[in-house]
T-cell receptor
Protein backbone atom coordinates (compact mmCIF):
# COMPACT_ATOMS: atom_id res chain seq x y z
CA UNK A 1 0.00 0.00 0.00
CA UNK A 2 1.08 3.56 -0.67
CA UNK A 3 2.15 5.35 2.45
CA UNK A 4 2.25 9.11 2.79
CA UNK A 5 3.52 10.08 6.21
CA UNK A 6 3.25 13.51 7.74
CA UNK A 7 5.62 14.12 10.62
CA UNK A 8 3.09 15.47 13.13
CA UNK A 9 -0.65 15.02 13.65
CA UNK A 10 -0.92 18.07 15.90
CA UNK A 11 1.38 21.07 16.19
CA UNK A 12 1.15 24.27 18.22
CA UNK A 13 3.42 27.19 17.39
CA UNK A 14 3.65 30.87 18.17
CA UNK A 15 3.17 33.86 15.90
CA UNK A 16 6.37 34.79 14.09
CA UNK A 17 7.98 31.36 14.40
CA UNK A 18 9.40 29.55 11.38
CA UNK A 19 7.46 26.31 11.04
CA UNK A 20 8.40 23.18 9.11
CA UNK A 21 5.88 20.53 8.08
CA UNK A 22 7.40 17.35 6.70
CA UNK A 23 5.95 14.79 4.34
CA UNK A 24 7.46 11.52 3.13
CA UNK A 25 6.11 9.05 0.58
CA UNK A 26 7.34 5.55 -0.10
CA UNK A 27 6.06 4.91 -3.63
CA UNK A 28 8.62 6.73 -5.78
CA UNK A 29 5.99 9.25 -6.88
CA UNK A 30 7.14 12.17 -9.00
CA UNK A 31 4.42 14.57 -7.88
CA UNK A 32 3.93 15.87 -4.37
CA UNK A 33 1.40 18.41 -3.12
CA UNK A 34 0.61 20.55 -0.10
CA UNK A 35 -2.98 21.61 0.65
CA UNK A 36 -4.68 23.37 3.46
CA UNK A 37 -8.21 22.45 4.49
CA UNK A 38 -10.55 24.93 6.16
CA UNK A 39 -14.25 24.56 6.99
CA UNK A 40 -16.43 25.76 4.14
CA UNK A 41 -13.47 26.27 1.82
CA UNK A 42 -12.54 22.68 1.05
CA UNK A 43 -8.98 21.94 -0.03
CA UNK A 44 -6.81 24.69 -1.43
CA UNK A 45 -3.51 23.97 -3.13
CA UNK A 46 -0.52 25.79 -1.66
CA UNK A 47 2.43 24.39 -3.63
CA UNK A 48 3.27 21.32 -5.64
CA UNK A 49 6.37 19.70 -7.05
CA UNK A 50 6.83 17.41 -10.03
CA UNK A 51 10.49 16.62 -9.52
CA UNK A 52 13.36 17.06 -7.12
CA UNK A 53 14.19 20.75 -6.63
CA UNK A 54 11.22 21.74 -8.79
CA UNK A 55 8.22 23.59 -7.39
CA UNK A 56 5.12 25.30 -8.65
CA UNK A 57 2.84 27.74 -6.88
CA UNK A 58 -0.68 26.65 -6.26
CA UNK A 59 -3.64 28.88 -5.52
CA UNK A 60 -2.57 30.29 -2.14
CA UNK A 61 1.26 30.34 -1.92
CA UNK A 62 1.60 33.60 0.00
CA UNK A 63 3.34 33.17 3.34
CA UNK A 64 4.61 29.68 2.46
CA UNK A 65 7.61 28.13 0.80
CA UNK A 66 8.57 24.54 0.02
CA UNK A 67 11.63 22.38 -0.32
CA UNK A 68 12.15 19.15 -2.21
CA UNK A 69 15.74 17.99 -1.91
CA UNK A 70 14.92 14.29 -2.24
CA UNK A 71 12.25 12.61 -4.31
CA UNK A 72 10.47 11.07 -1.33
CA UNK A 73 10.35 14.17 0.87
CA UNK A 74 8.44 17.43 0.47
CA UNK A 75 8.58 20.09 3.15
CA UNK A 76 6.23 23.00 3.69
CA UNK A 77 7.69 26.05 5.42
CA UNK A 78 5.81 28.85 7.09
CA UNK A 79 8.39 31.61 7.03
CA UNK A 80 6.81 33.66 9.83
CA UNK A 81 3.72 31.98 11.20
CA UNK A 82 0.56 34.02 11.61
CA UNK A 83 -2.76 33.19 13.24
CA UNK A 84 -4.53 33.03 9.86
CA UNK A 85 -2.35 30.03 9.01
CA UNK A 86 -4.06 27.96 11.68
CA UNK A 87 -5.48 25.11 9.63
CA UNK A 88 -5.35 21.43 8.70
CA UNK A 89 -2.48 20.76 6.28
CA UNK A 90 -2.61 17.77 3.96
CA UNK A 91 0.21 16.32 1.91
CA UNK A 92 -0.39 14.14 -1.16
CA UNK A 93 1.65 12.37 -3.82
CA UNK A 94 1.04 10.74 -7.19
CA UNK A 95 2.75 9.38 -10.27
CA UNK A 96 3.04 11.73 -13.20
CA UNK A 97 2.25 9.84 -16.34
CA UNK A 98 0.34 10.89 -19.40
CA UNK A 99 -2.88 9.03 -18.74
CA UNK A 100 -4.47 11.45 -16.32
CA UNK A 101 -5.98 8.66 -14.28
CA UNK A 102 -3.39 8.64 -11.54
CA UNK A 103 -5.00 9.37 -8.19
CA UNK A 104 -3.34 11.32 -5.43
CA UNK A 105 -2.59 9.54 -2.16
CA UNK A 106 -2.98 11.57 1.01
CA UNK A 107 -1.38 11.63 4.41
CA UNK A 108 -3.50 11.89 7.56
CA UNK A 109 -2.90 15.61 7.92
CA UNK A 110 -1.28 17.96 10.41
CA UNK A 111 -3.55 20.14 12.48
CA UNK A 112 -1.52 23.30 13.05
CA UNK A 113 -2.48 25.95 15.58
CA UNK A 114 -0.71 29.30 15.64
CA UNK A 115 -1.10 31.16 18.92
CA UNK B 1 -10.34 27.29 -16.35
CA UNK B 2 -10.85 24.15 -14.32
CA UNK B 3 -13.33 24.07 -11.46
CA UNK B 4 -15.66 21.75 -9.57
CA UNK B 5 -18.97 22.61 -7.93
CA UNK B 6 -20.62 20.16 -5.58
CA UNK B 7 -23.78 20.39 -3.56
CA UNK B 8 -23.42 22.00 -0.22
CA UNK B 9 -24.08 20.06 2.91
CA UNK B 10 -24.58 18.95 5.41
CA UNK B 11 -26.60 16.00 4.21
CA UNK B 12 -28.37 14.00 6.89
CA UNK B 13 -29.95 10.63 6.10
CA UNK B 14 -31.35 7.63 7.89
CA UNK B 15 -29.67 4.28 7.47
CA UNK B 16 -30.67 2.48 4.24
CA UNK B 17 -31.74 5.71 2.54
CA UNK B 18 -30.70 6.56 -1.02
CA UNK B 19 -27.85 9.01 -1.40
CA UNK B 20 -27.09 11.47 -4.18
CA UNK B 21 -24.37 14.10 -3.99
CA UNK B 22 -24.31 16.33 -7.04
CA UNK B 23 -21.08 17.36 -8.73
CA UNK B 24 -20.60 19.41 -11.88
CA UNK B 25 -17.38 20.56 -13.45
CA UNK B 26 -15.88 23.06 -15.85
CA UNK B 27 -12.85 22.06 -17.89
CA UNK B 28 -11.49 22.10 -21.40
CA UNK B 29 -10.82 18.82 -23.08
CA UNK B 30 -11.33 15.51 -21.34
CA UNK B 31 -10.53 15.57 -17.64
CA UNK B 32 -10.44 12.58 -15.34
CA UNK B 33 -12.94 12.71 -12.48
CA UNK B 34 -12.64 11.44 -8.93
CA UNK B 35 -14.56 11.10 -5.71
CA UNK B 36 -12.59 11.14 -2.49
CA UNK B 37 -13.85 10.41 1.02
CA UNK B 38 -12.50 11.77 4.31
CA UNK B 39 -13.43 9.94 7.50
CA UNK B 40 -13.14 11.84 10.80
CA UNK B 41 -9.55 12.49 11.80
CA UNK B 42 -8.10 11.06 8.60
CA UNK B 43 -6.76 12.21 5.26
CA UNK B 44 -8.57 11.75 1.96
CA UNK B 45 -9.00 8.34 0.38
CA UNK B 46 -9.83 7.67 -3.24
CA UNK B 47 -13.36 6.30 -3.45
CA UNK B 48 -13.79 5.93 -7.22
CA UNK B 49 -12.73 7.43 -10.52
CA UNK B 50 -13.67 7.69 -14.21
CA UNK B 51 -11.42 8.69 -17.06
CA UNK B 52 -13.70 9.19 -20.06
CA UNK B 53 -17.27 9.99 -21.01
CA UNK B 54 -19.87 7.39 -19.99
CA UNK B 55 -17.41 5.57 -17.73
CA UNK B 56 -18.92 4.45 -14.45
CA UNK B 57 -16.72 4.33 -11.39
CA UNK B 58 -17.83 2.14 -8.49
CA UNK B 59 -16.57 1.06 -5.09
CA UNK B 60 -18.10 0.00 -1.75
CA UNK B 61 -21.61 0.34 -3.16
CA UNK B 62 -21.01 3.90 -4.41
CA UNK B 63 -21.31 4.74 -8.10
CA UNK B 64 -20.75 7.77 -10.32
CA UNK B 65 -21.08 8.13 -14.09
CA UNK B 66 -19.02 10.57 -16.15
CA UNK B 67 -21.58 12.59 -18.12
CA UNK B 68 -19.89 14.87 -20.62
CA UNK B 69 -23.12 16.26 -22.02
CA UNK B 70 -24.14 17.61 -18.61
CA UNK B 71 -20.56 17.99 -17.28
CA UNK B 72 -21.55 16.04 -14.20
CA UNK B 73 -20.25 13.23 -12.00
CA UNK B 74 -22.92 12.69 -9.34
CA UNK B 75 -22.20 10.26 -6.51
CA UNK B 76 -24.92 7.74 -5.62
CA UNK B 77 -25.44 4.90 -3.20
CA UNK B 78 -28.60 2.85 -2.93
CA UNK B 79 -28.53 2.18 0.81
CA UNK B 80 -26.27 4.16 3.11
CA UNK B 81 -24.84 2.91 6.40
CA UNK B 82 -23.78 4.72 9.55
CA UNK B 83 -20.18 3.94 8.60
CA UNK B 84 -20.59 6.06 5.43
CA UNK B 85 -20.68 9.21 7.55
CA UNK B 86 -17.80 11.30 6.22
CA UNK B 87 -16.94 14.26 4.02
CA UNK B 88 -17.06 13.58 0.27
CA UNK B 89 -15.02 15.54 -2.27
CA UNK B 90 -15.45 15.63 -6.02
CA UNK B 91 -12.29 16.41 -8.01
CA UNK B 92 -10.99 16.64 -11.54
CA UNK B 93 -7.57 16.25 -13.10
CA UNK B 94 -6.92 17.88 -16.47
CA UNK B 95 -3.54 17.27 -18.06
CA UNK B 96 -4.00 19.86 -20.78
CA UNK B 97 -1.58 22.74 -20.49
CA UNK B 98 0.76 22.96 -17.56
CA UNK B 99 -1.42 21.72 -14.72
CA UNK B 100 1.06 18.91 -14.12
CA UNK B 101 -1.28 16.46 -12.50
CA UNK B 102 -2.85 18.74 -9.94
CA UNK B 103 -6.39 18.06 -8.78
CA UNK B 104 -9.17 20.64 -8.60
CA UNK B 105 -11.50 19.95 -5.68
CA UNK B 106 -15.04 20.86 -4.82
CA UNK B 107 -15.66 22.22 -1.34
CA UNK B 108 -16.79 18.93 0.10
CA UNK B 109 -20.12 17.61 1.32
CA UNK B 110 -20.57 16.42 4.89
CA UNK B 111 -22.73 13.29 5.11
CA UNK B 112 -24.19 12.11 8.42
CA UNK B 113 -26.13 8.85 8.55
CA UNK B 114 -28.31 8.11 11.58
CA UNK B 115 -29.23 4.58 12.68
Amino acid sequence: DVKVTQSSRYLVKRTGEKVFLECVQDMDHENMFWYRQDPGLGLRLIYFSYDVKMKEKGDIPEGYSVSREKKERFSLILESASTNQTSMYLCASSFWVGTGAQPQHFGDGTRLSIL
Amino acid sequence: GNSVTQMEGPVTLSEEAFLTINCTYTATGYPSLFWYVQYPGEGLQLLLKATKADDKGSNKGFEATYRKETTSFHLEKGSVQVSDSAVYFCALRNDRGSTLGRLYFGRGTQLTVWP
